[in-house]
């Protein structure tokens, strides 16, 4: 009875698009060389995985029955062959899963890339470590990556309160960048709270906000983290020869605006590594940058305070879906 609890581990399974999970007993993965098998203690839920059980991420494939869960905070169990810096007992958190066929973190144990993890930082707890991976990423990809963001800069951050947007401000702040975060009149507390200043987007125009903060110039870079209408505001907030940034830029769009500036247009897509193997060296980099960031107090995440198991995931799925969320929703697998 013992040997077969070691060999098995509870995971949910989606048997098909916009299904319930299925909770199951199935078999421990065993770690490949190149990876490490991670008891997992925490799974974060981005707004991606609730589009994915429903079948509506054609961007993010992943086939069914499949686990799913795209960020995960946990403790080395074991090392494949081949593996080097990780061992036994580590606290480590990473995107390591949940779209290409990769097992996702809704359940006890997975093998994970090894490229694909660094270690938790130790000024965050499991339930905080796993909110960050996909949404520091993606700002990182952005800002870093793609902008090469500096101090003396004007940074703007459509949607700074959100999952990506609030992780945005941190990394451009930890730059000496000045930053400005455009959300809900509701969220200014918390976005003075890390360091930017809030613009409130129903009772401020863009051309309101750019005459008030830039002298009618525009910002350096702009980071649209909303996508759709977003983009086009951020075509008209930019300045002439600045830069432009969107992980949701998947929509038609005027580029006029763009191009009357000269401006610069990057698109992210953070998930070409999990997708294609290509680049998943550079995920593990960025995530120990998170973990300097955050073992230096320049980052933290913003979490809902409310819990969630294996048991209720599908609660936090459609309060997801809901809206309201106010900060990252975070499954606790093994406590």
Partial sequence: MEQSKLSTMKALIL???????????IPRPSPAEGEVLVRIKASGVNPLDTKIRSGNAAHARHPVPAILGIDMAGVVEAVGAGVKGLRRGDEVYGMTGGVGGVQGSLAQFASVDARLLARKPSHLSMRQAAALPLVFITAWEGLVDRVGVSAAQKVLVLGGAGGVGH????????????VYAVDGARTADYIRSVGATPIDY?????EDYVARYTDGKGFDVVYDT????????????VKRFGHVVSCLGWGTHALAPLSFKAATYSGVFTLIPLLTGEGREHHGEIMAEATKLANADKLTPRLDGRVFTLDTVMDAYELIQRGGVDGKLIIDIDR
Avoid: Y
Wanted: proline share 5%; hydrophobic share 40%.
């Fill in 202 to 206: 129903a009772s401020e125009t863009v």
């Fill in 15 to 25: 048997e098909s698009p916009g299904d319930t999970f299925r909770v199951a007993e």
């Fill in 167 to 178: 992780v945005a401000v941190q990394i451009a702040k930890s730059f000496d960048a000045e």
């Fill in 226 to 237: 909303i996508g759709g209408p977003g983009l086009d505001t951020a075509f008209k907030a």
